[in-house]
């Protein structure tokens, strides 16, 4: 099966040519009246109607990979909301809303792994075992429904994501995707703990399918970003699903101002850096990735 699928996503990427991804999950369920303070997690089975809205608007963008909506389906967050006990429904509705918008289309869905928020010993008080087993329930709870890959997304840290990459490859054999976030500053980009791509790069580049970038400050960024990575180990398949740039924040709010139009330029950017899979992160919508798509498809680099 896994190798299956991971021929299936090469046929997407032949000819070097750009899979699409989706968007922003959490912002746009905000847009559909998601409270503050509420998991957008727990609306796989509060409100499986946004969620599957959610989905089947980026399909009508073009995109053929959608995440579930699990990003932080993971036991340290779900107990923060009283939902640790139902962390397996939870994950397991996440790929069923996702193949339920998908239907009959060939859509491949990522198993969406976000970052635990806590901090691993000597810093925090948090083992690499603990952390391990935690991910090994998600990982459990999104194989049993039939993901397509795993991506463990928006990391800080290496030995965060060495934790739950162990976690995936003890529950499965379907392909992975790694991607740090990082801030470009005078020493380059670089990830909270001050890790570059070229250490990303060394320490994933023989365990990810795909490895790469989302979230932190916009495309412009994540094409340096995927420069490095290209440059640390060539013929490695590059993922990039930035910001619709860099937040501001108004009235006690992080807006991002990047529109459309801008993005998918930025997009056709990231596709000429090197990167196999495009999408959005934060504050990207349905537009944005349809915006993209023309780019894409004008120049015949978009994988149908």
């Known amino acids: 099966m896994a190798a299956d699928i991971a021929n299936r996503l090469s046929d997407f990427l032949s000819a070097g040519r750009v899979l699409l991804a989706d968007g922003a999950m959490g912002t746009r369920l905000s847009e559909l009246g998601l409270p503050p303070g509420q998991a957008p997690e727990s609306w796989n089975l509060l409100n499986p109607a946004a969620i599957g809205q959610v989905h089947r608007d980026y399909l009508a963008a073009g995109v053929r990979v959608l995440l579930t909506n699990t990003f932080g389906a993971n036991p340290f967050k779900l107990e923060r909301y009283g939902l640790s006990d139902r962390l397996e429904e939870v994950n397991r509705r996440g790929v069923e809303l996702a193949r339920a918008a998908a239907g009959s289309r060939p859509i491949l869905v ?3 792994l976000g970052p635990s928020g806590e901090l691993l010993e000597p810093l925090g008080r948090l ?38 990459s162990d ?36 320490a994933f580049g023989g365990r990810a399918w795909l490895l790469g970038a989302n979230c932190g400050e916009g495309p412009a960024e994540t094409v ?44 056709l950017r990231l ?3 090197g990167a196999a899979v495009v999408g959005g992160c934060c504050g990207t919508t349905p537009a944005h990735l349809a915006a993209a798509a023309r ?7 978009l994988a149908k």
């Open 167 to 202: 976690a995936v490859a003890e529950v499965s054999a379907r392909p992975l995707a790694v991607s740090f976030t990082f801030s470009v500053g005078r020493q380059g980009p670089r990830t909270l703990m001050g890790e570059s791509p070229l250490q990303a790069a060394k």
């Open 127 to 164: 083992s690499a075992a603990a952390l391990k087993a935690g991910y090994r329930r998600q990982v459990q709870g999104l194989e049993s429904a039939g993901v397509d890959f795993f991506l463990i997304e928006t990391m800080t840290s290496l030995d965060e994501a060495r934790a739950i």
């Open 224 to 267: 340096q970003v995927l420069q490095e990575l290209r440059a640390a180990r060539p013929g490695q398949l590059l993922w990039a699903k930035p910001n619709a740039g860099r937040p501001v924040l108004r009235d006690g709010r992080s807006v991002f101002l990047q529109g459309p139009e801008d993005f998918g330029r930025e997009a």
């Open 271 to 273: 596709a000429q850096a």
């Open 110 to 112: 990522a198993g969406d």
């Open 295 to 301: 780019r894409l498809a004008h120049l015949n680099l």
